[in-house]
């Protein structure tokens, strides 16, 4: 008897060409799938919350798949996927959902964070954040991210090849603050454009050099052009960190809300 799994998977993605499998160069999709298929002997598709870039990581990114093998129990599951996964792959959590759910339609806000080092904290190991070269106004910071908050059409902070048919997106969060030695923003939406994040992160970190008003912040993005942003920050400092689904948390609960309409177009 099949049933559907809900996993949360955490990953490095120095070494990998992004989510999603393609022909050339190396994907955590494609890894995750194969340690599926060594377990269930035929292949497992799995369908996932969002497609991060290359070089992007997850600390909680969801997946969910139809699983034939009924003879292990969920708790030990995620210590048999792992047992068939590369190290800088780990599975955290899996949860039997109703067949319903759906890893990308049924989520209700993903949450970003983005890790920049800051000066004098420079790290030879550390793969997960990027190079900040100066010491910022975390208050301007916020102060300028603030116009971004709430529903708006986001085409500034996104590729002209985005292929999303609506650029309008409803940041719920977005807020600038240090910990141990980084300077980290946290941004949660719906939905993300394609590089939204890394666009939004580059321009502010730049206004913010440039000790510019939020009135600024404003008018770019008004303008509704990717002339108007600054350069991406790096792929290295990006983290999707959570994934939330409110009702669907529960999973196997008979009022579950029904799945929300896919709004993305690219991803992070």
């Keep these: 008897m099949s049933r559907t799994l809900k996993v949360t998977i955490a990953y490095d993605g120095t070494d ?20 599926l298929l060594t377990m269930h002997h035929h292949s497992v598709p799995v369908v996932a919350a969002g497609r991060t870039d290359s070089g992007v990581h997850a600390d ?8 034939d093998i009924d003879s292990l129990p969920v708790d030990a599951y995620c210590r048999a ?14 949860t039997d959902v109703d067949p319903r759910f759906h890893a990308r339609h049924s989520a209700l806000l993903r949450t970003y964070r983005y890790y ?5 904290c420079e790290s030879a190991t550390d793969r997960r954040s990027a190079p900040l070269r100066r010491f910022p106004s975390v208050a301007r910071l916020n102060a300028i991210a603030r116009p971004l908050l709430g529903v708006h059409d986001f085409s500034t902070f996104t590729l002209p090849s985005e292929a999303s048919p609506s650029r309008v ?33 580059g321009t502010l970190v730049e206004l913010d050099t440039a000790r510019c008003e939020p009135v600024e912040v404003e008018r770019r993005l008004r ?23 409110g ?20 991803d992070e």
């Design 223 to 245: 303008a509704r052009s990717h002339h108007e942003s600054g350069a991406a920050a790096p792929a290295a400092g990006l983290v999707l960190h959570r994934v939330d689904y």
């Design 16 to 35: 990998y060409v992004g989510w999603q499998a393609q022909a050339r160069g190396r994907t955590v999709q494609q890894e995750v799938e194969r340690a």
């Design 116 to 120: 920049w080092r800051l000066p004098g």
């Design 81 to 94: 996927l792992n047992a068939n996964l590369p190290r800088d792959i780990r599975a955290l959590d899996a």
């Design 247 to 266: 009702g669907w948390a529960g999973s196997m609960a008979q009022d579950a809300p029904a799945p929300a309409q896919d709004t993305e177009g690219g």
């Design 60 to 67: 909680g990114q969801v997946v969910h798949f139809t699983t």
């Design 169 to 201: 997106r409803d940041v719920r969060q977005l807020s600038f603050f240090p910990a141990k030695g980084r300077l980290v923003m946290e941004i949660a939406a719906n939905a993300f454009l394609w590089r939204m994040v890394r666009l939004i992160a």
